[in-house]
């Protein structure tokens, strides 16, 4: 069993920063990739970064240029999200997989204030 612990969410005016950071822990042998989606209200749930084994990196059009994802470890996935807009405000959820089994964090809510 995989445990994911997302942290790192808040309440922010826009421009500001936040940094997410989501930590994997339990039985694995390889995790590949690491993820941040996020969903807002009345919206369907949508990729905004990936990171996959070599520092292969994917971005939503929409935080390209704002938004960093990196694996500093292993197990732990981050995301800095700078020069935040409204727009962004949405529960983001971590999205790994282990050892070819898809898991999810908890949500961590991020709120944009104008």
């Known amino acids: 069993q995989v445990q994911l612990v997302e942290s790192g969410g808040g309440l922010v005016q826009a421009g500001g920063s936040l940094r997410l950071s989501c930590a994997a822990s339990g039985s694995i042998l390889e995790i590949n990739p690491m993820a941040w989606y996020r969903q807002a209200p009345g919206k369907e749930r949508e990729l905004v970064a990936e990171?996959?084994?070599?520092?292969?990196t994917k971005y939503a059009n929409s935080v390209k240029g704002r938004f960093a994802i990196s694996r500093e470890t292993l197990n732990t996935v981050y995301l800095q999200m700078n020069s935040l807009k409204p727009e962004d405000t949405a529960v983001y959820y971590c999205?790994?997989?282990?050892?070819?089994?898809?898991?999810w964090g908890q949500g961590t809510q991020v709120t944009v204030s104008s």
């Open positions: 990171i996959r084994r070599g520092g292969i």
């Open positions: 999205n790994v997989v282990v050892d070819w089994q898809t898991y």
